[in-house]
């Protein structure tokens, strides 16, 4: 059924990964010339001390897995009968998911090299939003599977 736990979780999640693509995941500041570094799910970009920007590189691969992680929370929100389906669907996003924030991370640590800053830069609510998703996501797959037994506890009184 619809309306169980697990789509209110399942839901959060697409919110989550919506969250990840509209803000921003990281930004470095404090660099001795005074530049920045912000970095959104579309773009890393440079700007100067009066925040005029200086370069933008496209980063759509982030979007791309957001996205893709958003779309199969939502397609797992409808696949209510088949609770092993929903559950294979939950785990490859966990995989999404996973894959999301590690290139998140390699992408932020390969531009603190780069410009060889001091600091590691701070993760905007962007990047914290991946990791709600994925608590969200364990959690909808707790109550599946709960479901689940639920159901083969029935059929084994009949």
Same mark, same amino acid.
């Given at each position: 059924?619809?309306?169980?736990?697990? %789509?209110?979780?399942?839901?959060?999640?697409?919110?989550?990964?919506?969250?990840?693509?509209?803000? #921003?995941?990281?930004?470095?500041?404090?660099? +001795?010339?005074?530049? /920045?570094?912000?970095? +959104?799910a &579309?773009?890393l970009?440079?700007?100067?001390?009066?925040? #005029?920007?200086?370069? /933008?590189? !496209?980063?759509?691969?982030?979007?791309?897995?957001? /996205?893709?992680?958003?779309?199969?929370?939502?397609? +797992?929100?409808?696949?209510?009968?088949?609770?092993?389906?929903?559950?294979?669907?939950?785990?490859?996003?966990?995989?999404?998911?996973? +894959?999301?924030?590690?290139t %998140? &991370?390699? %992408? %932020?640590?390969?531009?603190? !090299?780069?410009?060889?800053?001091? /600091?590691?830069? !701070?993760?905007?609510?962007?990047?914290?939003? @991946?990791?709600?998703?994925?608590?969200?996501?364990?959690?909808a797959?707790?109550? @599946?599977?709960k479901? #689940?037994?639920?159901?083969? !506890?029935?059929?084994? @009184?009949r």
């Amino acid at each position: 059924m619809i309306q169980r736990i697990q %789509t209110i979780f399942l839901f959060l999640v697409v919110v989550a990964m919506g969250v990840t693509i509209g803000t #921003e995941l990281w930004t470095q500041t404090g660099i +001795s010339n005074g530049d /920045s570094w912000h970095l +959104s799910a &579309f773009a890393l970009t440079n700007l100067d001390a009066q925040s #005029e920007v200086i370069e /933008s590189t !496209s980063k759509w691969y982030l979007a791309a897995l957001a /996205s893709f992680a958003g779309l199969l929370a939502l397609i +797992s929100i409808f696949q209510y009968k088949n609770r092993a389906r929903q559950m294979m669907l939950n785990m490859i996003n966990s995989l999404v998911m996973v +894959s999301l924030v590690a290139t %998140t &991370f390699l %992408t %932020t640590n390969g531009i603190n !090299s780069e410009i060889q800053a001091q /600091s590691g830069g !701070s993760y905007g609510i962007g990047f914290w939003a @991946i990791l709600v998703a994925m608590v969200m996501n364990m959690l909808a797959n707790r109550f @599946i599977k709960k479901d #689940e037994a639920l159901v083969r !506890s029935v059929d084994r @009184i009949r």
